[in-house]
């Protein structure tokens, strides 16, 4: 009897920069969903004055090896000019903004608003039975801080995914 | 009571559980484990087609002539590709298939490993959903899922792309029903206000039109009865889509023939002069509408579809209702209680004299077969046998559309949407397993017949009886009829030279042959058609410079339609030329 053994895996960050045209984010994703795998997040925004070309961070899990694949394949890419593998190539620093929705009376409110300003959210809106705060940082700090919520009336969450850049003065 | 069976083994048994009779396929290496599962499994019946896209045409043909889902079966690499074709007709014209293909294992994926494609990827745009299962324990959730999105909603093919280590892997199987979450949930009911809103506009036109398309049988024959109802109370006339065709019977006083480009005088004139459409399960195709701007200008529309994105696609509409057919047309009947339509006699006097035109009519040849006779005669000497028709595409499906007459539902396989040569006869394969007893009739052309020929073969292993009537031109008719009316008749390349002798072909597939030559021989050939047990070619040679009318030109209004004898200019704008 045959069991499927799954690979260890890994997470890592790559960014892309690449043309912006029509379809290059469909041909990306598909080499991730051709080799059964998923991207965990995806930001993709134009960073040049006449909007020609994109970066986009991508967080992915698999195997070391399929990684290595998956990025040979998207310098293979017509449109892409540059991939860097940041977990490969060396301390990097990764941002994400969350917009998290809390709501609640009485002690827990107040917990709440605590609670925010321990993890420096900044509160972008309010009633008297909510709160919606912003918050930027690593991905774990958004996790801790979504976890704490939950105890203090979780309604929704909406996350930006991760933006990511090496660390130092050389670009990379 | 669980115990570890293969995916290979759980596939089988979960496409048993669906009530699968039969699965149209191939062998190839990465489905090996899973043709294995199929040895000696009687509940099953393998068919074993000559070329996979022939597997889902044939699957079609089963899936349209008997409501239920088709099953495919294909290998990976190119059994995938070859199949492409097929699930993208599927697709176009919501045709509820389950592909099954292999794929490399798992740990090769991605690594150009022999006969690898990204199956999942190629056919991510001609399939309403698919999967790359990478564990056997959830196989049988999937399939179960798959037969639902297949068949559910507005039906089209779902692929499962299954690697090969997880074809052969085990995990637990039991006999319990599958558990899985529940997430795809179709709207099937209009709103009550909507349904309220449309009888109100039914009662007040003075001038209305039903019409219906393909999503009427796909709807089931529930949603047919429930159209002839729905006539019958308001006493509008009906026409309908090359889908759609069957969905009322041809008989019908009301009945306009089929609309669009080559559809009649008076279904393309009422529809231009209609002050109330309802659109049944159209969606108001290129080949209907004729240009936009001039499409059905004063009027209402009604489109009741279950698809939300089929609503103003092309068309904008007043009421649009999001639901099945046959469910609205019920939802419609109940709330139209006791009422009385407007008096529609101005209106189908009006209707009456459209029909004068006699739009369908052509010209008697005293030297060669008219192509519109030959049918004529095939539909007059097979109608008591109520047969199952298929079709390639091209003159041929055309005039098999005009000149052949349906009267319910599933009687009428043909490619639609993405006009598939080479259809006709796998489909007709699929439709006769379905059938048995049926007469099953291919109408092709000499063009699209040699597309799919291979099948011949099928036929031939599994004794069905399919019957393939050639309307033999010697072109790719339709295209010349377009070089002819837009190209200042420069047949480039449409010639079907090298033509094979269809007569010894047949014979060489154990099959048997018969040529009509002369319109003396054409009811004596037809009735041996008719009359033989097993499978028949007939090549009828026909008039080879016959064109199809009625035709709306690219870019035409309905109400510019070329009839037989008009004279037609042999060029076109570039503008006109640039459309489909």
Redesign the interface.
Known sequence: MMHIKHEAEERHVLTVTVDNEAGILAKIAGLFTARGYNIDSLTVADITENHAVSRITIVTHGPPSQIDQIHAQLERLVPVHKVVDLTEVGPFVQRELALVKVSGTGEKRVEALRVADVFRAKTVDTTTSSFVFELTGAPDKIDSFVAIMRELGLVEVGRTGVVGMIRGAEEA | MSE?RSGANILVESLIRQGVEFVFGYPGGAVLPIYDALFGEERIRHILVRHEAGAAHAAEGYARSTGKPGVVLVTSGPGATNAVTGIADAFMDSIPLVVITGQVP??L???DAFQEA?T??IS?HCTKHNY?V???ADLAGVIDEAFEIATTGRPGPVLIDIPK??Q???AAWNDAPVQRRQRYAPRTRGATEEIEQAVAMIAAAKAPILYTGGGVINSGPRATALLRDLQTKTGAPVTSTLMGLGAFPADHGDWLGMLGMHGTYEANMAMNQADLIVCVGARFDDRVTGRLDAFAPNSKKIHIDIDRSSINKTVRVDLPIIGDCAQVMEQILDAWGSRKPQDLTAWKARVDTWREKKSLSFPANAKAIMPQLAIQRLFELTKDKDPIITTEVGQHQMWAAQHFHFFGPNKWLTSGGLGTMGYGLPAAIGAQCGNPDSLVIDIAGDASIQMNIQEMGTATQYRLPVKIFILNNEWMGMVRQWQELTYESRYSNSYSDSLPDFVRLAEAYGWKGIRIASESELDAGIQEMIDYQGPVIVDCRVHNEANCFPMIPSGAAHTEMLLYGDAVAGTMDDEAKALV
């Open positions: 570890e798992t740990g994926i991605g690594s990204d999942v990827g991510r790359l990478k564990d056997p280590d997880v052969i892997a085990t």
